[in-house]
Nanobody
Framework: QVQLVESGGGLVQTGGSLGLSCAAS????????MGWFRQAPGKEREFVAA????????GYTDSVKGRFTISRDNAKNTVYLQMNSLKPEDTAVYYC??????????????????WGRGTQVTVSS
């Protein structure tokens, strides 16, 4: 069973930056499509970014394009989310997720198999 553990959340001012990490264990990380989702209070979980096995294919929700970057290091079994120019609307719990049956996981959270417990990101105005 694959386990995912996020780190790097915290409190930052508008316009600041944060980097999230997600360490995976218990599986063959290089064959797991990875992604990040987030959930704000009172809202549904939403797609943020996804990355393919090799890292060559990435995708982002429109609201974070140009500000967030997803990457992975298969040698370290870790996926990252670099968040720049943060806005108060980015405030949410951020979840790392993995999918085992495809090269690229996509935007539908119901298709992912593995989930971390989440890390809080708070952007103050």
């Amino acid at each position: 069973q694959v386990q995912l553990v996020e780190s790097g959340g915290g409190l930052v001012q508008t316009g600041g930056s944060l980097g999230l990490s997600c360490a995976a264990s218990g599986g063959t990380f290089s064959t797991i499509a990875m992604g990040w989702f987030r959930q704000a209070p009172g809202k549904e979980r939403e797609f943020v970014a996804a990355i393919s096995w090799s890292g060559r294919t990435t995708g982002y929700t429109d609201s974070v394009k140009g500000r967030f970057t997803i990457s992975r290091d298969n040698a370290k079994n870790t996926v990252y989310l670099q968040m720049n120019s943060l806005k108060p609307e980015d405030t949410a719990v951020y979840y790392c997720t993995g999918r085992r049956d495809t090269n690229y996981g996509g935007t539908d959270y119901s298709q992912y198999h593995y989930w971390g417990r989440g890390t809080q990101v708070t952007v103050s105005s």
